[in-house]
């Protein structure tokens, strides 16, 4: 497993914008399949994006397409969320999770065994 630390949360208005970080331990960092989740109070956690490795194609929930962009610096071991025009329903408790690259997209929580500690995303209206 590799060890994920998550950063960038906090308490903004909707409209406003958040970057959201995660760093990765692991020095085979090209070898991770790296997604971001999120959890709303009394929800199933859910898949909000991912970039493959290599040629970085990006996938997003279609409730944040068009508004977040996923990124990865392969040089800093980081992956990035940046998020604009925020909602009060983006409400949740992001994560970062990452599992070993089998050329699949998982969009399933359960198929990740590694998770960071998750960090609070809170838009006011």
């Known amino acids: 497993q590799v060890q994920l630390v998550e950063s960038g949360g906090g308490l903004v208005q909707a409209g406003g914008s958040l970057r959201l970080s995660c760093a990765a331990s692991?020095?085979?960092?090209?070898?991770?399949?790296m997604v971001w989740f999120r959890q709303a109070p009394g929800k199933e956690r859910e898949f909000v994006a991912t970039v493959t490795l290599g040629v970085p194609n990006t996938y997003y929930s279609d409730s944040v397409k068009g508004r977040f962009t996923i990124s990865r610096d392969s040089a800093k071991n980081t992956v990035y969320l940046q998020m604009d025009s925020l909602k009060p329903e983006d409400t949740a408790v992001y994560y970062c999770?990452?599992?070993?690259?089998?050329?699949?997209?998982?969009?399933?929580?359960?198929?990740?065994?590694?998770w960071g500690q998750g960090t609070q995303v809170t838009v006011s209206s």
């Open positions: 692991e020095h085979t960092f090209n070898n991770y399949l």
């Open positions: 999770a990452a599992r070993l690259y089998a050329g699949t997209i998982e969009r399933a929580a359960e198929e990740y065994n590694s």
